[in-house]
């Protein structure tokens, strides 16, 4: 069975960091791009990020420069180091792979900028 | 805003065909597959489509996906109660050097 946890999510204050994980398995994670995908309350889902499986990364215009995703093949898991919070990043942050589109995703995990 | 535009709403009785609709430009649509999901809210996204018109295996065939030029489209035929959810077109954009969802489409049963 394909699962993907995701992990981290928390309140924080703008302007503070914050470190999403998560982890997959049942699943040829090296052969992989993964990708990072979110919901604010209310709205609609926006692509935050992507990694290839040769490390090379894609960012949202809305984020880039603040957040950095990464992998780590041995531990089966990516990452989303979210720097530079702001209040409008408050949203559920879904962790997806990409194949044929996004093919299985997690259950997400919940980040609010709020002071 | 999203640069791949959607009606915020259809509606449709149970037994229906409700169709929704992906606009795009050369830059997105035109140029790369479009993949189609289903969202409950708080739950996670399910791949209804991918390439254009291609069906996961478990997607029932009452979903189909198309596309033309720099628009796609998603009909569901024989609507039930169950579809009842939002769904929302994504592909690449050149660009935007990445990945877009669409606006996302509320679909209701009547």
């Known amino acids: 069975e394909v699962q993907l946890v995701e992990s981290g999510g928390d309140l924080v204050q703008p302007g503070g960091s914050l470190r999403l994980s998560c982890a997959v398995s049942g699943l040829t994670f090296s052969d992989s791009d993964m990708h990072w995908i979110r919901q604010p309350a209310g709205k609609g889902l926006e692509w935050v990020s992507s990694i290839g499986i040769g490390g090379d990364t894609y960012y949202a215009g809305s984020v880039k420069g603040r957040f950095t995703m990464s992998r780590e093949n041995a531990k089966n898991s990516v990452y989303l180091q979210m720097n530079s919070l702001r209040a409008e990043d408050t949203a559920l942050y879904y962790c997806?792979?990409?194949?044929?589109?996004?093919?299985?995703w997690g259950q997400g995990t919940l980040v609010t900028v709020s002071s | 805003q999203s640069v791949l535009t959607q009606p915020p709403s259809a509606s449709g009785t149970p037994g229906q065909r409700v169709t929704i609709s992906c606009f795009g430009s050369s830059s997105n649509i035109g140029g790369y597959p479009v993949f189609w999901y289903q969202h409950f809210p708080g739950t996670a996204p399910k791949r209804l489509i991918y390439?254009?018109?291609q069906r996961p295996s478990g997607v029932p065939d009452r979903f189909s996906g198309s596309k033309s030029g720099t628009s796609a489209s998603l009909a569901i035929r024989g609507l039930r109660s169950e579809d009842e959810a939002d769904y929302y077109c994504a592909t690449w954009d050149d660009n935007l050097r990445g990945h877009v969802f669409g606006t996302g489409t509320k679909v209701t049963v009547l």
């Open positions: 997806a792979r990409g194949r044929n589109g996004n093919d299985y």
């Open positions: 390439n254009n018109d």
